[in-house]
């Protein structure tokens, strides 16, 4: 009993600290990362819009006191050349960043942005840049203002070094995209997180969540884990205290505590049996004269003893018994009704006890389950669906502890492999006079012939029959939830819109079966090529749609050419002719401007149409800020 009430306190003490102390991770990081954000604003203000080099190396060397913030800082302009940095580094100067990934998300959010980690070109070891855009007067993109973190030894991560959860407890940091950024075992920064299959909640937090959680890690050893946000970095920080070390003092107390009840009950244990027979051997008389009684080889119990206590209890007992077989032969009279009206009812009925056990079940309900009436409840529960039964107890005791019905649709698997839909409505059976709650009788439907029919018709309703795929009504719902999440936390969303190049002669010549059959391997091909997280819909015709849920801009590039080039290589053939199609993809993300999902679908709308005009098999970005409100065509080879 020591051990379980004190395993439940330590982990919720163990879990509490580690919340605790993963919330001011948390904050200090951010606040790290935000005085290096005004740091580099600061500094942005002195260099002004200038690209004169000498300029901005003179304003690097009077800020000089940066350098306890950062490894160094670099300064691009608006081509994504480094014009400047400091301390001066050989090879730097001159870098091209324009094609880097943090590079394309400050031009198109215009907003500060810590880079994913990657491999130092100038310094050849792993680093964050910490950037801020340079804008004109006008508003428009004129470079970034850079800070430089070493992973290896960035004051970002100082606090986290200092971390102490005992022997074994450690804390760490990831970006959102998976990699490490800090660690005790300096080997795995810059490395991916564990999959989703080994730790689920880490692949949760990656997302967003923040919690507390007992899982795995790394070791293969069970930890409490606690997860917190640095929202401005778009960073994860986790603490881990394995379940081992956090019991390790109480398993200290438990073992001296079993030593020494040990000794205390071999020394106690002669005596007491010997006091505790002697005072027992009348209630032994009593017990043989009662079993005799229940078993009928006498009428009533008769002791010879001058306990006065015991003469009572067996005046008492003779009394109970003679009312009890009288109000048997009632009992079973009303038994004999009652089973009659349930095994003849067409409906699946049962019988439960005040505990919540069920006692009986009528031969409809049996067939309907396909169990026997000898099999025990522990056993056919097991067989109620996972997602199910939880719920389905919770429920079941509190209208035992409350007196309300049990009103509850749950699915139920068969021996032979058989899934049903159950609807039970049980309600409990209370003596009148006092309120005292006898059990619960119920009635069980299969309604399994219903459901499916409803979720037949709920696929149907946002479905398109052809493909698959979701239709426009599905797409537009899910395009609203998305939505909803980027306004509520920013989550970044990208678009894809496109339709089919040459689709028209495929339905000409070869008929709308031929057009039907390169529709279908369209979709199957969209829909391998995507991450199963992401909605793709046959909006009307040959118009596609592909929503892409927390995912840059610099990712949803990436699979809208992986489309493209997927496509183009399918092929149909009628009459010895073999037709092909390709694609014009409009691209975009959700931006702090949109008002409402039709802006984000007129921009994506917008960018299939420029793919077309320039010659289609095309893939073109179209962003709010694009420079004079014009697509731009997205290149692979850049």
């Known amino acids: 009993m020591s051990w379980q009430l004190g395993k439940t ?5 163990n879990m509490s600290h580690l919340r605790y102390e993963a919330t001011l991770l948390a904050d200090e990081v951010t606040q790290q990362v935000e005085m290096r954000f005004q740091a580099l604003e600061r500094l942005r203000g002195k260099i002004g819009a200038t690209d004169d080099a000498a300029w901005i190396s003179y304003q690097l060397q009077q800020n000089d006191s940066l350098i306890a913030l950062f490894e160094g800082i670099v300064v691009a302009n608006r081509e994504g050349t480094v014009v400047a940095d400091w301390p001066a580094i050989v090879g730097r100067v001159g870098l091209q960043t324009a094609e880097l990934e943090y590079f394309r998300m400050l031009r198109g959010t215009r907003h500060p942005y810590v880079s994913e980690p990657f491999i130092g070109r100038a310094s050849g070891v792993p680093i964050v840049l910490i950037t801020v855009p340079r804008l004109t007067d006008e ?4 470079g970034f203002v850079g800070g430089i973190l070493n992973l290896d030894s960035s004051g970002v991560f100082g606090r986290l070094a200092r971390v102490r959860l005992g022997e074994k407890g450690y804390a760490g940091v990831a970006t959102a995209s998976g990699k490490v950024l800090y660690h005790p075992e300096t080997s795995l920064i810059n490395a991916s997180v564990p999959s989703k299959d080994f730790n689920p909640w880490l692949d949760m937090a990656l997302d967003g969540w923040e919690g507390d959680v007992v899982s795995k890690i790394l070791d293969g050893q069970t930890a409490l884990q606690s997860y917190a946000q640095v929202w401005p970095a778009s960073w994860v920080v986790g603490l881990y205290l394995p379940i081992e070390q956090a019991q390790l003092p109480l398993a200290n107390f438990i073992r001296k505590l079993w030593w020494l009840w040990v000794s205390l ?3 106690m244990l002669p005596l007491l049996w010997w006091m505790l027979g002697r005072e027992l051997t009348p209630l032994k008389h009593l017990e043989r004269q009662i079993g005799e009684v229940g078993l009928g080889h006498r009428e009533n119990v008769s002791l010879a003893t001058n306990m006065q206590e015991l003469q009572q209890v067996a ?7 003679e009312e009890r077989q009288l109000l048997l032969g009632h009992l079973q009279e009303r038994e004999a009704f009652l089973d009659s009206v349930l095994n003849a009812a067409p409906q699946g009925m049962f019988v439960a006890n005040i505990k919540g056990d069920i006692t009986y079940m009528n031969p409809a309900l049996l067939e309907m389950l396909g169990i026997s009436a000898d099999l025990p409840m522990e056993t056919w529960l097991t067989q109620v669906h996972l997602d199910d039964i939880k719920g389905a107890q919770d429920l079941w005791l509190h209208s035992l502890r409350t007196g309300s019905d049990f009103v509850r649709q749950l699915r139920f698997l068969r021996s032979d492999d058989e899934l049903l839909w ?6 409990v059976v209370m003596i009148s006079q006092d309120g005292h709650t006898l059990g619960l009788v119920g009635v069980v439907k299969d309604i399994t012939e219903r459901r499916e ?3 037949i018709q709920r696929w149907e309703a946002e479905h398109d029959p052809l493909t698959g795929l979701l239709n426009r009504r599905g797409f537009e719902r899910r395009l609203d ?9 920013s989550t970044p969303s990208a678009l894809l819109l496109f339709d089919l190049d040459h689709f028209k002669p495929i339905n000409d010549e070869g008929g709308h079966a031929l057009g039907d059959e390169m529709l279908r391997r369209i979709a199957q091909v969209v829909a391998w090529e995507v991450r199963r997280s992401d909605h793709v819909a046959r909006q009307g015709g040959d118009e596609f749609g592909v929503l892409l849920p927390s995912c840059t801009l610099s990712q949803a590039m990436k699979i809208a050419e992986s489309l493209r080039h997927a496509v183009g290589e399918i092929s149909v053939t009628h009459q010895g002719k073999e037709y092909m199609v390709t694609l014009s993809i409009g691209v975009t993300t959700f931006d702090e401007i949109d008002a409402s999902v039709s802006h984000v679908l007129a921009r994506a709308d917008a960018g299939s149409y420029e793919a077309k005009g320039q010659g289609r098999d095309g893939v073109v970005v179209n962003m709010p800020h694009n420079k004079e409100d014009e697509p731009e065509l997205f290149d692979p080879f850049k």
Request: charged share 30%; aromatic share 10%; glycine share 2%.
């Open 9 to 13: 306190m330590v982990q919720e003490t």
């Open 139 to 142: 508003g428009e993109f004129d």
């Open 265 to 267: 009950a071999l020394l």
């Open 315 to 321: 005046l008492t007992f003779n009394r109970v018994e």
């Open 422 to 427: 159950l609807d039970i409505h049980a309600r």
């Open 453 to 455: 029919q409803e979720a």
């Open 481 to 489: 939830e998305a939505f909803a999440d980027f306004q509520k936390t």
